[in-house]
């Protein structure tokens, strides 16, 4: 059975609403903006903000499998299936690593 | 993930909700504060207005905040209002029926505080005989009411050689978790200071079995001092002090502090925003861009520990920016 990655019921999380702007605004003319904080999750006081393309892939963990999760977030950010599955895969055993995912 | 990100507004509020207590502590600050409750439709006003502000959490405290008739009522509010509620008891008063009432009004969380593993030594320094059993028996309360319950351990002299046995303890009697915590020396814990501190080299050796045991232990070990980080690199995005980054403190008043245990006012809930106190305090400001002072400049754990905790550093030299007291390095 493929893994079903949820959020972890214990972390609290929002989006940054000025974040979120500033990101679409940089994306829009072409600018960096990977490190641009749209989001920030907390579990028990460790705290993370995620990018755009994180927070993208964190609203989508409501226990969907890494195949489904590359499917849809190739079509969003327009990229090849075998650069989204891999740079996924890291991003969330990073997440995993520090305790905000769960699900088998 | 990004980085050097402050967000729109706190996540956390610590927030006492009185300074009323069962116990008479040596290590408290919160006997110093000033007095004064908000009334319970003040407090359910202003939940709405934090959880608005886009604040995530509020961990309820005091003082014992048992001893407040309304905090279920309060505790349902938060709740409602869509705000992680969690709280930290001395569990005395934490029987069957209250872990049940907690759990329905959505607490989420409680933190129990237990200063050793020795029933003897625990109500010693709690002052009221039974308070260790007690303790114990509402972490057993609050798993069978379906609440995560966790103990916290204000570290010091009475147990700095006892964290092993004090975790095993707390794994026995249900705890997901042991939050140890650094000695702040605000309050009694400033007055008691020569009785219950360590020096820098025995915080150096205790950080170090405190951090081993997050290895071989059942439960979760949590050990929130950022001089931890002369001896490994904390996770997350926040360095140093999470005070004035991730969190604030409300007193029981409504008065807004960067934590409990530095006591420069910042403003009023009843009175003032909560996002602009975050986003225009000069105080906050400098917590959040300190600059290397004394031993620090120069330091190879600088960017990770920040000069460590900026309240220990207040009480006893008086500069929020000094180094941290506690440090060895």
């Known amino acids: 059975m493929p893994r079903r990655y949820r ?11 000025a974040g979120r702007d500033a990101a679409e605004r940089g994306a829009a003319v072409g600018d960096d903006i990977a490190g641009v904080a749209t989001s920030v999750l907390l579990r028990s006081g460790t705290m993370l903000s995620l990018n755009l393309v994180g927070t993208e892939i964190w609203k989508r963990c409501d226990g969907k499998t890494l195949d489904e999760l590359v499917h849809e977030l190739a079509a969003v950010f327009d990229v090849g299936p ?4 891999s740079d996924l895969a890291s991003f969330l055993a990073d997440l995993d690593r520090q305790g905000f995912l769960d699900g088998e | 993930m990004a980085s050097d990100f402050l967000p729109s507004s706190p996540l956390v509020l610590n ?3 009185s300074n009323r207590c069962t116990f008479r502590c040596r290590h408290c600050y919160s006997r110093t504060e000033p007095d004064g409750e908000l009334d319970t439709a003040t407090v359910r006003r202003l939940l709405a207005n934090v959880a608005e502000a886009g604040v995530l959490s509020v961990n309820f405290g005091g003082g014992e905040p048992l001893l407040r008739a309304d905090l279920l009522d309060l505790a349902a509010c938060a709740t409602a209002c869509g705000l992680a509620v969690s709280l930290n008891s001395n569990g005395f008063l934490l029987d069957r029926a209250a872990a049940g009432a907690l759990a329905r009004a959505g607490v989420r969380k409680v933190g129990i505080s237990l200063d050793s593993p020795r029933a003897d030594v625990h109500d010693a320094f709690r002052g009221v005989p039974g308070s260790h059993a007690r303790a114990l028996a509402a972490l057993g309360h609050l798993v069978d009411a379906g609440v995560e319950a966790s103990v916290s351990c204000v570290i010091c002299r009475i147990n700095a050689d006892d964290l092993e046995a004090l975790v095993e303890v707390a794994s026995a009697a249900g705890a997901s978790a042991v939050n140890f915590h650094d000695f702040k020396c605000s309050g009694m814990g400033l007055a008691n200071r020569d009785e219950l501190d360590l020096d820098p080299d025995a915080w150096r050796r205790v950080y170090g079995r405190a951090l081993a045991l997050r290895a071989c232990s059942s439960v979760r070990v949590l050990v929130e001092d950022p001089v931890t980080s002369l001896l490994e690199p904390r996770r997350g995005a926040v360095k140093g002090s999470v005070c004035g980054k991730v969190s604030l ?6 008065d807004v502090t960067p934590c409990g245990f530095i006591p420069i006012v910042l403003g009023n809930l009843s009175r003032d925003d909560l996002r602009a106190i975050w986003n225009t305090s000069d105080v906050l400001a400098s917590l959040r861009r ?4 004394g031993k620090c400049a120069g330091c190879g754990h600088w960017s990770d520990c920040l000069g460590g905790c900026p309240a220990r550093a207040l009480a006893l030299t008086g500069d929020l920016a000094s180094p941290d007291p506690h440090c060895w390095g």
């Open chain 2, 290 to 293: 300190k600059r290397p002072q």
């Open chain 2, 249 to 254: 403190y409300v007193r029981t008043n409504g």
């Open chain 2, 15 to 17: 927030w006492a909700l």
């Open chain 1, 82 to 85: 075998d650069e989204a599955r």
């Open chain 1, 7 to 17: 959020r972890h019921p214990d972390v609290v999380w929002r989006e940054e609403g």
